[in-house]
């Protein structure tokens, strides 16, 4: 259990073999952050998020159907 955070932020980090994206940003529209400095929040136009995420989530469909059919 003491590295179950650790792995799960290494397989979140991670680029899926057939997606070829970053798995945490298939869930959450945004590059993980490894660095711990203090940043000033960006606020991005909520179409503009929900339009990038439709992309990916039907990119990874997209490939996903392809890999099945294989």
């Not at 650790?6 to 298939?26: G, M, S, Y």
């Amino acid at each position: 259990m003491e590295w179950l955070a650790t792995v799960e932020f290494v397989f979140n980090n991670k680029v899926d073999t057939f997606t070829k994206l970053l798995l945490f940003k298939v869930n959450y529209g945004k590059k993980l952050r490894m660095d711990f400095k203090i940043r000033k929040k960006k606020h991005v136009k909520v179409e503009e998020f929900v339009k990038e995420m439709k992309e990916i989530h039907e990119k990874v469909k997209t490939v996903l159907k392809n890999h099945k059919r294989k």
